[in-house]
């Protein structure tokens, strides 16, 4: 197995005129977790959706662990996301199922599990998020966001993913909620040892789950570095982003 | 002239656009309903929504549809002594037309609505890409369950509605009109052909697939938030009632012209 989990060259993509990413480069090391900050428009979860496949960039290329994944699609792009678990911003949960068939989805669904093995099984996972078993039968819209956070964590991994992506995953929650759930992903980095690829910015949940970050400004990659470069980046838009700052090189659009 | 003619082609090739993605979008969900997997317990659950839950608005519908036309029939063939074509009006309008229309037009505002407003609340809340994520084909899991059904139950709700509707009829001739019971339904036998009944259920198959579809294709491609589904529910509901009334014309055009 290649190194490297997730390798990105050249990525380019346009909406109409609007030219959103104008050539990402981009490594993400197998069992890592990478972070990727930017302000709110400059490409971050167009380029979780090209990694995905739910988007077909222009130009350029992606390599999963050596192997190229652009232009497939049907069941050969489906092949390739049985290895990827993702949580989604809004948890993305499904109304009409209960929150086991949520977690159980995948086996039940794709690997043909029977109802009552994949009740087991969500349970399991519920558990490992650090939910009861008594919130198995109810629906989404019956949970807080935490819960749902959770629940759409547990979903993400029972697939049993070789790489997570989590997008904005402490968006919308208090401070005590967020920091559960960035110990969650740690622990499904380090655990697990999946590779991760996250995307927000939440300055401190970027400091508590990454290794490195990446900031992507203008549709490309401007910088790249251990989490504890952060503070003395030796890059102005890293300094900027960071201290929060109006005045800089990244311009802020009022 | 350019100005008129900018507009107007824009106007023509947004046309084409969405004539072509509608035809990709037909093409693909007929192709899952024949290519396994097949999710039997989803495909159950919307033949319930669709049809079991259907049943009330559609008998409703049908009986006054019966009754309403037994009384205007009489009062127009009561001026030329016509009144025992009543029961071959009732029965024929019932089984070729009103049948198949009103419960196509009915299913239309409750299931075509229901299935944008669902389909689009995924699209919007990113549940549709969650499904791709988790290697699951949404034509296959959302779209294709939902075809199937409504092709399947309209035809059931459409041979019930013709029962109803014809028993409506039959209601008012006999304790309003006072026609004779026995007579009533041997004259209504009598005109009743099987191809009046299957034309109907034939229709009732085409409603249903146009039903569903367009409530999948706009939900499908809803955008926007609460704003974008709103839109695409009543472009569901619109479309669908339009596409019956010409659907309607062509399948009558193939059985019955002469």
Redesign the interface.
Known sequence: MSSTAIEIRDLHISFGSNHVLRGVNLDVPSGSSLVVIGGSGSGKSVLL?CI???LQPDSGTIHINGEEITGLYGRHL??F??R???L???S?????LPVWENVA??PL??QGMSRKKAHELSLRYLANVGLDADIAEFYPAELSGGMRKRVGLA?AIA?EPDIIFFDEPTTGLDPIMGDMIDQLIRKCIIEYGFTGLTITHDMASVRRISDEVALLYEGRIVWKGATDKLDHPDNPYVEQFVTGHTEGPIQVQF | MIPILTPLGRTFLSFLQITGRLVIFTGRALSHCVRPPFYPRLIARQMIEIGYYSLPVVGLTAIFTGMVLALQSYTGFARFSAESAIPNVVVVSITRELGPVLAGLMVAGRIGAAIAAEIGTMRVTEQIDALKTLATNPFKYLIAPRLIAGMTMLPILVLIADIIGVFGGYLVSIYSLGFNPSSYINNTMDFLHAQDVISGLVKAAVFGMLVTLMGCYHGYHSRGGAQGVGRATTNAVVSASILILCANYIVTGLFFDR
Do not use: E, P, V, W
């Open positions: 959706k995905l496949g739910i489906d092949n996301r049985t990827f678990g993702m989604f911003q809004g993305a949960l499904f109304d009409s989805f995948y669904h794709n979903r697939t």
